[in-house]
C-alpha cells in the first residue's frame, strides 16, 4: 500500500490556510505536514519535512510565492509545487511557471479540483485553472513569436526529429489535456504518453510541460487552444 502524499501550506491568510489543511487531512491518501505563513518558512520547512507538494500562496510577507518556489525548486527538484492564489495577473502567473510551479489555481477552486490538482501536479502534469489559462496562452502568443522550425537558430531544437506519435502528444497537449486524457485519446496507456513527454523534452531541451506548450507554440509546432 502505498504511503500518503506529504502535503505542506504555504498561506499567509489563517482562514485559507485552516481550510486547505482540513481539506487535505480529510481526503484519501493525503497528509498535512505542516502549515507556513511566508515563503522563507515554506523554504525551511521543505527541508525540514520534506513534502511532496506544496500548496503555495504568491502574495505573502517576507518572501513572495515566486521567489519561494524558485529556492525550493533549486534546492529539492523533486519537490512539486502548486501555486493556489487569488491573483490570475500575469505578474504572479508567468513567474510562477517560471521558477517551477507545476500548477496554478485559484483559491474559488471546489475542493475535488483541488484535490485533484494535487495529484496531478505530484504526478507531473501541469494544472492551470481556466480563468488563468487564457492570460498564459495571450502571454505565450505575446511574448514567443512564431518563428518556424526553418527560421530557428543554427543548433537550437526546431522539432524536426519529432515521430508522428509525439507530434500527436504535442497537439493534444495544447488542448490542456492531461496524460490519462491523450491516453484515452490515442488508445495508448498512459506510461506511454509519459514516455512521449520525456522524449519531446530531451528533444525541444526544455524542463517541463509549460515549457514544451511555448517551445512548440514558438516554433509553429501547435496551435494552441482552449477548447
Same mark, same amino acid.
Given at each position: 500500500?502505498s504511503e500518503?502524499?506529504?502535503?505542506?501550506?504555504?498561506? /499567509?491568510?489563517?482562514?485559507?490556510?485552516?481550510?486547505l489543511r482540513?481539506?487535505?487531512?480529510?481526503? #484519501?491518501g493525503?497528509?498535512?505536514?505542516?502549515?507556513v505563513?511566508?515563503?522563507a518558512?515554506?523554504?525551511?520547512a521543505?527541508a525540514?519535512?520534506?513534502?511532496?507538494?506544496v500548496?503555495?500562496?504568491?502574495?505573502? #510577507?517576507l518572501m513572495?510565492g515566486?521567489?519561494?518556489?524558485?529556492?525550493? $525548486?533549486?534546492?529539492h527538484p523533486?519537490?512539486?509545487i502548486l501555486?493556489?492564489?487569488?491573483?490570475?495577473?500575469e505578474?504572479?502567473?508567468?513567474?510562477?511557471?517560471?521558477?517551477?510551479?507545476?500548477g496554478?489555481?485559484l $483559491? /474559488?477552486?471546489?475542493p475535488?479540483?483541488?484535490?485533484?490538482?494535487?495529484?496531478a501536479v505530484?504526478?507531473?502534469?501541469?494544472?492551470?485553472s481556466p480563468?488563468v489559462?487564457? $492570460?498564459l496562452?495571450?502571454?505565450?502568443?505575446r511574448?514567443?513569436?512564431?518563428?518556424g522550425?526553418?527560421?530557428?537558430?543554427?543548433?537550437d #531544437?526546431?522539432?524536426?526529429?519529432?515521430? /508522428?506519435?509525439?507530434?500527436d502528444?504535442l497537439?493534444?497537449?495544447?488542448?490542456?489535456?492531461?496524460?490519462p486524457?491523450?491516453?484515452?485519446?490515442?488508445?495508448?496507456?498512459?506510461?506511454?504518453? $509519459?514516455?512521449?513527454?520525456?522524449?519531446i523534452?530531451?528533444?525541444l531541451?526544455?524542463?517541463d510541460?509549460?515549457?514544451v506548450?511555448i517551445?512548440?507554440?514558438?516554433l509553429?509546432?501547435?496551435?494552441?487552444s482552449?477548447?
Amino acid at each position: 500500500m502505498s504511503e500518503d502524499l506529504r502535503i505542506l501550506i504555504a498561506d /499567509d491568510q489563517p482562514l485559507m490556510s485552516g481550510a486547505l489543511r482540513v481539506l487535505v487531512s480529510s481526503a #484519501p491518501g493525503m497528509t498535512c505536514v505542516g502549515v507556513v505563513a511566508n515563503g522563507a518558512e515554506a523554504v525551511e520547512a521543505c527541508a525540514a519535512v520534506e513534502p511532496d507538494v506544496v500548496l503555495m500562496d504568491m502574495q505573502m #510577507p517576507l518572501m513572495d510565492g515566486v521567489e519561494a518556489t524558485s529556492r525550493i $525548486k533549486e534546492a529539492h527538484p523533486g519537490i512539486r509545487i502548486l501555486a493556489i492564489t487569488t491573483f490570475t495577473s500575469e505578474d504572479y502567473l508567468v513567474p510562477a511557471l517560471r521558477a517551477g510551479a507545476g500548477g496554478y489555481l485559484l $483559491k /474559488d477552486a471546489e475542493p475535488p479540483a483541488i484535490l485533484g490538482a494535487i495529484h496531478a501536479v505530484h504526478r507531473g502534469e501541469s494544472v492551470l485553472s481556466p480563468a488563468v489559462a487564457s $492570460k498564459l496562452l495571450a502571454s505565450i502568443e505575446r511574448d514567443h513569436p512564431v518563428v518556424g522550425p526553418a527560421q530557428a537558430r543554427p543548433g537550437d #531544437p526546431d522539432g524536426s526529429d519529432l515521430t /508522428d506519435r509525439e507530434r500527436d502528444v504535442l497537439r493534444l497537449l495544447a488542448r490542456g489535456q492531461s496524460n490519462p486524457e491523450i491516453a484515452a485519446n490515442l488508445h495508448v496507456s498512459e506510461s506511454t504518453i $509519459k514516455s512521449n513527454l520525456t522524449r519531446i523534452m530531451d528533444k525541444l531541451e526544455v524542463r517541463d510541460r509549460v515549457q514544451v506548450i511555448i517551445r512548440a507554440a514558438q516554433l509553429g509546432l501547435v496551435t494552441l487552444s482552449l477548447d
